[in-house]
């Protein structure tokens, strides 16, 4: 199944990678990263800093899959209001996985600065307003528990919202610890990187069909009969990793397909304060960015049926986003120019699945559920790596997950 359909920006703003790599003969490795977008990038530049020797495999193009229709806003904020994660898991779990995901933005920053190449990575602030008056209750109690815990935070009023970002809503938060990227260009330059640096192998064009756990790792067949030995397996596919999840998981997992469009470039006067991420209370949430001079704005997410139904409905969900975003600023003359929908897995609890099955200590998952996808997948990347390593991460109580 495609995993998007219509133009994604990142492959119009690219050049598409041309790199042909089908493994054509049996190997033995230690470590196999199974899948190559942003989440595999991030795995496989966390192992080979470490000096682990890894591999990697993908069924299509390097990064051709999710990664592409990602809209790439990195806030520490989840998908779960930090007041209802803490009714879920506790206040101090809660404010522990808030300030894993602010720190999450700091370390992706840094990852690209130790490769010495920017991947239009930019430091914006976020704002997420109040879309009525239920949402202006969630403001005020985000607003008073994210204080309280010394989360990075600040209240603005009606009249602050609208003089400093012309948005006419009843209040908003506001933070300086956001940031937003091109996710295609950031994996392909990291797995480049690699492959050049550390002489990382990757095999496109791969598909593994079969993982037979052996007394010394596992035994991946892939669609060409050829055999892959390895000591551990690291699943990073995003959607298509639901054949490698355990039943338990899948029931706890869902598919959901968003929509986003893109605008013509825009006289940069157009553009709001400091080009801020915006994104509301209201479930689902409209969600807005930039790239360079154009607008980007993203949500009508629906529960993923089929991909047919998901790209009929594609004019009119992005009928629907243009409708959205000349409302919120009816002076800002937007042109849609590209259109896209993608498909992406959530879990019930928003969070992401992190770890390994009880006594199947050598094969790990990565995956990134829900609208913080790329923090997640810092997250993975670090705690596989500290596993891997014999490393203890506190992390791992919040976001390893041992299913049975």
């Known amino acids: ?14 050049p598409m990678e041309n790199y042909f790599n089908p493994l054509l003969t049996d190997i033995t490795t230690d470590i196999v990263i199974i899948g190559t977008g942003i989440t595999g990038s991030l795995v496989a530049h966390e192992l080979c800093n470490a000096g682990i020797s890894c591999i990697m495999v993908d069924r299509q193009s390097i990064s051709s899959g999710s990664s592409i229709a990602s809209t790439a806003l990195l806030q520490y904020e989840i ?20 300030a894993a995901c602010s720190k999450s933005v700091d370390d992706i920053e840094n990852v690209f600065k130790s490769i010495d190449y920017n991947p239009d990575f930019e430091r914006v602030p976020s704002v997420f307003y109040a879309s009525n008056r239920k949402g202006a209750d969630l403001i005020e109690k985000e607003y008073a528990i994210r204080k309280k815990l010394d989360l990075p935070v600040k209240l603005l009023n009606k009249k602050e919202l609208e003089e400093k970002y012309g948005i006419k809503a009843r209040c908003a938060l506001e933070n300086n610890s956001s940031a937003q990227m091109d996710p295609y260009a950031g994996a392909t330059h990291l797995i480049n990187y690699h492959m050049e640096k550390h002489q ?14 052996i007394p010394s790792g596992y035994l991946l067949v892939t669609n060409r009969s050829n055999i892959i030995q390895c000591k551990y397996v690291i699943i990073a ?42 994104w509301e209370t209201n479930n ?12 980007i704005v993203g949500g009508e997410n629906i529960e993923f049926k089929d991909p047919v139904l998901r790209d009929k409905l594609l004019r009119q969900k992005v009928n629907r986003l243009e409708k959205k975003f000349r409302k919120l600023y009816p002076n800002i003359p937007f042109v849609t120019e590209m259109a896209w929908c993608g498909t992406f897995s959530t ?34 990347a670090q705690i596989i790596k500290n596993k891997l390593l014999g490393i203890s991460d506190e992390r791992e109580k919040l976001f390893v997950k041992e299913v049975e």
Not at 364 to 377: K, Q, R, T, V
Request: with cysteine.
């Open 284 to 295: 689902p949430y409209l969600y807005i960015r930039t790239s360079n001079n154009r607008i």
């Open 200 to 213: 990382l192998q990757v095999y496109t064009h791969t598909m593994v069909e079969r993982c037979e756990e």
């Open 347 to 380: 879990s019930k609890n928003e969070f992401p699945f992190i770890g390994n099955q009880p006594g199947k200590e050598r094969m790990f998952f990565a995956l990134g559920y829900g609208g913080n996808g790329i923090i997640f997948s810092m997250i993975a």
């Open 79 to 98: 998908d779960t209001p930090l007041t209802e994660l803490i009714e879920k898991i506790g206040e101090k779990n809660a404010a522990m996985a808030y």
């Open 237 to 278: 596919a995003g959607f298509a990793a639901g054949r490698f999840l355990p039943e338990k998981v899948i029931q706890q997992t869902s598919l959901t397909a968003t929509y986003a469009i893109i605008s013509q470039p825009l006289d940069p006067k157009y553009l709001w304060h400091n080009r801020s991420l915006i």
């Open 1 to 14: 199944m495609d995993l998007y359909s219509g133009l994604p920006y990142w492959i119009a703003k690219n």
